[in-house]
T-cell receptor, first 112, second 115 residues
Framework: ELKVEQNPLFLSMQEGKNYTIYCNYS?????LYWYRQDPGKSLESLFV?????AVKQEGRLMASLDTKARLSTLHITAAVHDLSATYFC????????????FGKGTHLIIQP | ETGVTQTPRHLVMGMTNKKSLKCEQH?????MYWYKQSAKKPLELMFV???????ENNSVPSRFSPECPNSSHLFLHLHTLQPEDSALYLC??????????????FGPGTRLTVT
């Protein structure tokens, strides 16, 4: 059974600081997704990582994928309050048009 | 707006009621999904449809009955639900995986409360 684990599950940090969210998954996958969810809202796609060593950056967020270690990281640089949200990583359940198995999410609060 | 719409956005129903959730995507995708998000569990995949055919049922109780009449529409029929079924139900769509970018786009969700 595929398991996706995120840590930390809760993170409170100050503006201007850097931090990293980790996502481990239990079975082989060459794809990994990061989503953001604001309170009461749906999921917004942040990054699609498609290969080992993939790195993508958007503003203050940078995501990477190590398929050999079955690990992805989401790095936050010089955090700002607007980045407060819950962040999810997800891995496909299998090949083809598959659903995703999500981690529990990291609830991120950035204090001004 | 992601191109995936869901109605209703909020629904309150009794345990003996029958109701349906509707999802429509305007992205030309061929795969559609139902997910459940509750306070007590991580986001859970419920059903997957690919070209109108159900390809995955994640051990969902029979009181949830999906229907996919075409690639643009997906329904979730609800009957004799339990209070623990109260959750946010999210619909998503995507193109089938072809080795290129493959991304699921989520609708705004239906907040369901079972009384």
């Amino acid at each position: 059974e595929l398991k996706v684990e995120q840590n930390p599950l809760f993170l409170s940090m100050q503006e201007g600081k850097n931090y990293t969210i980790y996502c481990n998954y239990s079975t082989t996958s060459d794809r990994l997704y990061w989503y953001r969810q604001d309170p009461g809202k749906s999921l917004e796609s942040l990054f699609v990582l498609l290969s080992n060593g993939a790195v993508k950056q958007e503003g203050r967020l940078m995501a990477s994928l190590d398929t050999k270690a079955r690990l992805s990281t989401l790095h936050i640089t010089a955090a700002v309050h607007d980045l407060s949200a819950t962040y999810f990583c997800a891995v496909p359940t299998g090949g083809g048009a598959d659903g995703l198995t999500f981690g529990k999410g990291t609830h991120l609060i950035i204090q001004p | 707006e992601t191109g995936v719409t869901q109605t209703p956005r909020h629904l309150v129903m009794g345990m003996t009621n029958k109701k349906s959730l509707k999802c429509e995507q305007h992205l030309g995708h061929n795969a559609m999904y139902w997910y459940k998000q509750s306070a007590k569990k991580p986001l859970e995949l419920m059903f997957v449809y690919n070209f109108k055919e159900q390809t995955e049922n994640n051990s969902v109780p029979s009181r949830f009955s999906p229907e996919c009449p075409n690639s643009s529409h997906l329904f979730l029929h609800l009957h004799t639900l339990q209070p623990e079924d109260s959750a946010l139900y999210l619909c998503a769509s995507s193109q089938p995986w072809t080795g290129d970018t493959y991304e699921q786009y989520f609708g705004p969700g239906t907040r369901l409360t079972v009384t």
